[in-house]
């Protein structure tokens, strides 16, 4: 008797999610715990694992589709009773089954939408990689010979698509004179359409709401990295070989933001009418860019963390990241955040915050710029620093009075030695 493959719970309050990537299609043979699909909410990527060894029946919901906690999105013939279907063959979904309860594990990153398999006259069916491939370069599947088992177009499918030159298009009909001086249209005018994924969604909720509920303002100001990259170049090579990670410049920030906090312990609170929260503890979050989206894990009490359990764990944090493998609980909660746009070039710009926080703190790009010490020009690497704070409980005087002791601290890196 088939098993019914159900949508499990992915977390507290969430009723709603995107199918991602089905990693077996109709047909396939899977071993038990195999993982099947990709379940995507508001939060994190989980994997729905196989509850048995048999075959993938039937495919209910295509990937990109979005489906309710408990419904069921596909049937899994056990191996006693799997007979592998051809591609393609006719029939309806197999007879309702018992309720098999499926374990969660932690999933990993998806790029695009794939298309799961269909009867012939269906939607053509894209390999995982094949599909990656078109969905950077714009090329729609349609048309496209597969060479892959049961007509799939494969990876190489997709090469050759991309790199074959685009198919002359058909002469156009004669027309009047006084149409024969319109413009021509030229390149592709087709367009595509993805449905929004709910970790997406999630951070435009959310970014709007921090427009909405919050009085925001960003000051700036700049910081001269030559102590930190000296001290860098002198310990690198001793720090990675006695602790595993390379010395970065985001641990000099966390330590140094830290110390602000401290000074300037409003930007460190919460406003939660009709009262300021004010906390003694920094949990400090890092914004990295995940597979499907900017996401901020939590370095909890941060303030306890020597530099290279700093680079340990947000090193930690970006890897599982990329693989859509962060805990939830990583990703709630923090009292402050630091965004380093600089990585992707970023020269300036005004980070918002991520509410109920009262604050961020914006890297940019490291560059070098002709700057005047004691009386001298010299050429300095400069970098821009940004706080954007909620005015309603951050006064100006006290974000410039932080931003400075950001900018005194990285110049001068012996005062987290002494903690002055």
Known sequence: MPIELKVPEVGESITEVMIGTWKKREGDVVAIDDSIVEIESDKATVELPAPAAGTVAKVLKPSGSAAKVGEVIGYLEPAAAAVPAAAGSPGGPPAPAPVVDVKRTEGRTTIGSVQPPGPSAGPQRVMPAAARVLGEAGVAASGIHGTG??????????????????????????????????????????????????IRRRIAERLVEAQQQAALLTTFNEVDMFAVMELRKKFKDLFQ?????????????????????????????????????FRDYYDIGIAVGGGKGLVVPVLRNAEAMSFAQVELAIGDFARRAGENKLKLEELQGGTFTISNGGVYGSMLSTPIINPPQSGILGLHAIQERPMAVHGQVVIRPMMYLALTYDHRLVDGREAVTFLKRIKDTIEDPSRLMLEV
């Open 149 to 198: 088992p049961g007509g799939r177009v494969t990876k190489e499918d997709a090469t050759r698509a991309v790199a074959a030159p685009p198919a002359p298009r058909p002469a156009p009909a004669s027309a009047p004179a006084r149409e024969l001086s319109a413009p021509a249209a030229s390149g592709s005018r087709e367009e595509r359409f993805q449905l929004i994924s709910p």
């Open 241 to 277: 070989e006695r602790y595993g990670v390379k010395l970065g410049f985001m641990s000099f920030f966390v330590r140094a933001a830290v110390e602000a906090l401290r000074a300037v312990p409003q930007v460190n609170a919460e406003y939660r009418d009709p009262h300021i929260v």
